[in-house]
């Protein structure tokens, strides 16, 4: 039996905690290629992210997976409505963020916050840890009234990155802390805030090795003491099973599979989600599947200007059957464990009995 599924996320707790929901987002960005295009005034469009679907909850982390240039960082900052979206609706409390400007987008900029890759790049090198952190909370109103009180938030916010005592770092610049420290004081900007939604985008991979999990520790003590709902966008699926409770997966633009965060790592179920656990450095890994062929995916992604008809992932697919380049795949049940789906036709019962 087939069962396709309409709810936007892998549903796994109440959906009294989720926050922040996107319902079938795209973001298109428009393009001129060539130097004709130009002449021509002809514009392209890059599908960077196409009807993508999912809810955050509040103490749960989600897992965004996927190669360079699937669109991970698109979703965020979608979500942090650094781009408007080409379609679709993205609710925080269940309410549409459907106007820029004015009290509500105020109050949904508060509540969802954004953490940048690259800490260097997202800190100003000529203003100290005190003026990044004190104009953050000057812009969220939560600087206090006098000068004991913002002393004491500020100390608040250090403490909350475990970087104590605050006076070893207040007045330091970007550029004499570590790569650890700077990412740690780019979170405590996103705290001033007091959000309820982190976007942290790639946040450990430009950090050195031994540090990342360090940080990523640090975020999962945030989303247990304050309930937090974060997005984790990654190429690392390895890191994903480690800190997300579930995991999307992302290819040309669009989501392929969902499900929590152990189900999507051991027992992989779309095509490029196996291929993507094969080519993981994952020790501890056993995917217990014996029936990919030896000579698996192979090729790059597609572009994204002209994506491929039907299934994204077909032309790179050891499993593609006709139907695959011609009809979109909707999100199907795995079957083994609730929530687990794939948008992968090997999944529609039916199709497959008529193939063989
Ligand atoms: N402002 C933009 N204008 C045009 N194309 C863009 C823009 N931003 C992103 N893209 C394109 O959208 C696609 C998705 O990019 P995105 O950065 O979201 O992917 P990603 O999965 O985060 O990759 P990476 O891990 O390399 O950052 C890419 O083809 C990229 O070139």
Same mark, same amino acid.
């Given at each position: &039996? ?61 897992? &965004? ?41 105020? $109050? ?39 000068? $004991? ?16 005592? $605050? /006076? ?51 975020? /999962? ?16 699926i390895a890191?994903?099973r ?23 790592t ?7 989600? /196996?291929?993507?656990v094969?080519?993981a450095p994952d020790p501890d890994r ?71």
């Amino acid at each position: &039996m087939t069962a396709e599924l309409d709810a936007p996320a892998s549903g796994t707790t109440d959906d009294s905690d989720v926050v922040l929901e996107a319902e079938g987002v795209s973001k298109h960005f428009p393009v001129r290629r060539t130097g004709r295009d130009v002449v021509k005034r002809t514009t392209h469009h890059v599908h960077a992210v196409d009807d993508v679907s999912f809810a955050l909850r509040r103490g749960h982390v989600t897992a &965004m997976v996927g190669e360079s240039g699937s669109g991970k960082s698109t979703v965020a900052r979608v979500m942090a409505q650094l781009h408007r979206q080409t379609a679709g609706t993205i609710r925080l409390h269940g309410e549409p963020v459907d106007v820029r400007g004015g009290r509500r987008f105020r $109050a949904y900029c508060r509540a969802v916050q954004m953490v940048f890759q690259d800490p260097f790049a997202s800190l100003n090198p000529i203003h100290t840890v005190r003026y990044h952190l004190t104009r953050a909370l000057r812009i969220h109103g939560n600087a206090g009234r006098t000068r $004991a009180e913002r002393e004491a938030a500020l100390e608040d916010l250090l403490a909350s990155v475990q970087l104590t005592p $605050a /006076r070893n770092y207040l007045d330091k610049f970007p550029h004499e802390l570590s790569g650890g420290q700077r990412q740690r004081v780019a979170i405590a900007r996103a705290l001033a805030a007091d959000p309820e939604v982190l976007l942290a985008d790639e946040p450990v991979s430009m950090l050195d090795v031994s540090i990342r999990l360090g940080v990523l520790n640090l975020l /999962r003590d945030l989303k247990d003491r304050l309930r937090l709902a974060i997005l984790y966008i990654t190429h690392d699926i390895a890191s994903a099973r480690y800190f997300a409770d579930d995991i999307q997966v992302m290819y040309a633009g669009q989501v392929v599979e969902g499900g929590d965060s152990e189900t999507v790592t051991q027992s992989p179920a779309h095509p490029y989600t /196996r291929l993507l656990v094969e080519s993981a450095p994952d020790p501890d890994r056993l995917t217990g599947r014996t029936d990919a062929p030896e000579d698996s995916a192979q090729g790059e992604p597609p572009s994204l200007i002209s994506p491929p008809s039907g299934c994204r992932f077909h032309p790179r697919c050891p499993f593609a059957m006709d139907r695959c380049s011609v009809a979109s795949p909707p999100r199907l049940e795995v079957g083994d464990q609730p929530g687990h789906w794939a948008a992968c036709w090997l999944f529609d019962t039916p199709s497959v009995e008529a193939a063989s």
